[in-house]
């Protein structure tokens, strides 16, 4: 079934901002400051996306999940929400991985 732009829109950026929150409040938790929790979250996705693309494995799930948003955004079908939801998260797992390369 298809959703108007407008209402397909607002409900993909209110998800995404809920997604977002919860992450934040979840970094929130273990950090002793608001903007080191900030770069707790903006480090892993840009540093980590960079570290991780010589990974097969973290290239695959880069890819995939820019494959995901991206059918998201173009069907904008009910079930294309949960789809780019899926890959948004799987894009913040992924620059997490490439960060836990560097690391370990």
Do not use: D
Request: aromatic share 12%.
């Amino acid at each position: 079934m298809r959703m108007t732009n407008s209402r397909y829109y607002r409900t993909l950026v209110s998800g995404s901002l809920l997604i977002m929150g919860v992450i934040f409040l979840g970094f929130l938790a273990h950090s002793s400051s608001l903007t080191g929790t900030v770069a707790w979250i903006l480090i892993p996705v840009t540093i980590g996306i960079a570290m991780g693309a010589s990974v097969p494995e973290i290239l695959f799930c880069v890819v995939a999940s820019s494959c995901l948003m991206g059918y998201g955004l173009l069907v904008r079908k009910r079930h294309a929400l949960t789809l780019f939801w899926s890959g948004f998260i799987l894009f913040f797992l992924a620059g997490l991985m490439g960060w836990q390369t560097r690391i370990g």
